[in-house]
């Protein structure tokens, strides 16, 4: 065990936890959103996030972007790269949503279905991605589908630089970009959940939603939004992690997926607020146990943390229902 590097460097450690957490944070805020308005576990959303990443690597790739572009074209790219993932991963979840999960519905399937049926979602994407898509554009985008199930690397868009040093923590210019762009945008999603009038329809589906029916909402559209911006949110993580991590593969929604909804569960799933939180602890918690450990014990350390803080708090750090969040 490292306790000298993980006490000598603990401030360098904290950045480098926060900046990765804050993508888990994103794709968290998808698990969280659907699981406190339909209490389903949507555990394709993973996919949903993978997606994102092959968008803005196609957008890349059909763009011809070299390394370290001038900072004009770098800051049209990313802009271009967010919209792009975000209208890919919005446009996946709602599609899994319309195709998949309403029929369901409207049968009033038992949640064990739901849960299946995300599953094998989760896996058709998995296949889709690394076996099907290479065989059809393979020849048309080889540098995207030419090596099926491999990592793919990407283009380095910004090239990560110390801004600043506080004692020997330093601080890059890439992590400053995630955590500031996570915090961001959760909270605007926070305050469109509490101060918006569509806001005020999905929490008031979340808590009751025959009421809210007999109120006027349209539940039916309150469930495709949440499902869009979840999507949305995921589609901003993938641009995230194109550009701290520069590479992307068919599976890389497993792992993630299952620490974006780890991460959603310790701060207490359905509450929007305590997916930045738990995501944010998570990785922090995982990059001190990589120090103290190794690099391959990180997915392990995740884990039992998740099972020894339901052992003491089962709701989470947080725990509060989307039905019953407030400013």
């Known amino acids: 065990m490292h306790f000298d590097e993980l006490i000598g460097h603990l401030g360098q450690h904290t950045v480098d936890g926060l900046s990765k957490g804050a993508i888990y944070a994103l794709i968290a805020l998808g698990y969280t959103l659907v699981y406190g308005v339909l209490r389903l576990i949507n555990f394709a959303h993973s996919e949903v996030f993978m997606v994102g990443t092959f968008a803005v690597l196609i957008l890349w790739n059909q763009l011809g972007v070299e390394n370290n572009p001038p900072i004009g074209q770098a800051i049209l790219l990313l802009v271009l790269g967010l919209i792009v993932a975000a209208v890919a991963s919005g446009g996946t979840a709602l599609a899994l949503e319309r195709i998949a999960y309403r029929p369901l519905r409207r049968k009033n399937a038992p949640p064990l279905i739901f849960l299946i049926t995300a599953i094998g979602l989760s896996l058709v994407f998995v296949e889709l991605f690394g076996q099907v898509l290479p065989k059809l554009l393979g020849s048309v985008l080889p540098d995207v589908f030419g090596r099926p199930r491999q990592i793919i690397g990407m283009p380095t868009i910004i090239q990560q630089e110390t801004l600043f040093t506080i004692g020997n923590t330093a601080i890059t210019n890439i992590q400053l970009i995630v955590f500031v762009a996570a915090v961001v945008m959760m909270a605007l999603l926070d305050w469109f959940i509490n101060r918006t009038r569509y806001g005020r329809g999905v929490r008031a ?85 990589a120090t103290l450990f190794a690099s391959n014990w990180e997915d392990v350390i995740a884990f039992v943390v998740l099972i020894v803080v339901l052992m003491f708090r089962p709701t989470g750090l947080l725990g509060e229902s989307l039905g019953r969040a407030r400013a």
């Open 205 to 289: 589906v979340a808590q009751n939603p025959e009421t809210a029916a007999l109120m006027g909402v349209n539940q039916e559209r309150v469930i495709m939004l949440i499902f869009v911006i979840g999507g949305i949110m995921a589609g901003a993580a993938a641009l995230l992690w194109s550009m701290r991590f520069g590479f992307t593969q068919n599976s890389i929604g497993f792992v993630l997926g299952l620490k974006a909804f780890t991460a959603a569960v310790l701060g207490g799933i359905g509450n929007l607020r305590g997916a930045l939180l738990g995501g944010l602890f998570l990785g922090i918690v995982e990059v001190y146990g």
